[in-house]
């Protein structure tokens, strides 16, 4: 999330172009342009603090921006995918799964969660997609990946489902809530308040909030005012 983001939104199904914002027509907040607006924002906060403090160097600073986001972004990504060696290759693994996501509209949350748990089962991240053969060229690659590190199976997995949580708190969920509590029902309330602590826990009876998306409800775009 950025300075001046405006409506706050998750993911559903991966979207590099995903807009949150119908207002924003040109997609200057898109998800993809996230990382392009948090350096615009910060040079603007950088030009309104120069007419003061002139002896700070401004420039050097914001070109340090570009690497140490992709550095922290491939760091992030590497742990999600439960990966602890640094390969040359990796970067294209990456950019091929997200690739994979977005081609076959894959919830983003759901996949993540199910990868944690796979230790060569393919079934549950299939089912997924509706379309197998990409999924399934990409887990062939990420198989020989993993046969690279030295980690254990089950300590690799137990690291993946603490940085992948099991829910996140999505708009139709938030409506839902919204809805039965303008008929005092807060129960809905509750519920979310309680998976919103630990998202990263399994509830065996809030099991429907961790699916994918409803299509309805698929990345839809909000107001400032919503």
Known sequence: MTIDYGPFAFLDDYDFSYICNHTDREGRYSFGNQPYIA???????FSALATKYK??????ILNEFDPLYHDSYHSLMMQKLGLEKSLSSDRELLQQ?????EQLRIDY??????????????????????????????LDIYDKRLK??????????EKMRAVNPKYILKNYMLQEAIDA???KEYQK??????????PYNEY???????QATPDYYKNKKLSCSS
């Open 181 to 183: 509590a303008q008929k």
């Open 148 to 157: 690279l590190e030295e980690i254990e199976t089950s300590k690799r997995l």
């Open 97 to 101: 799964l997200l690739s994979t996501l």
């Open 189 to 198: 309330v509750k519920d979310l308040l309680k998976i919103a602590q630990n």
């Open 39 to 45: 350096k615009w924002n910060i040079n603007a906060l």
């Open 55 to 60: 002896e700070i160097p401004y420039e050097s």
């Open 204 to 210: 065996p009876e809030f099991e429907r909030l961790s």
């Open 109 to 138: 949350t759901l996949f993540f969660r199910e990868l944690s748990n796979y230790s060569g089962n393919r079934e549950p991240l299939l089912r997924t997609a509706l379309y197998h053969n990409p999924l399934k060229e990409w």
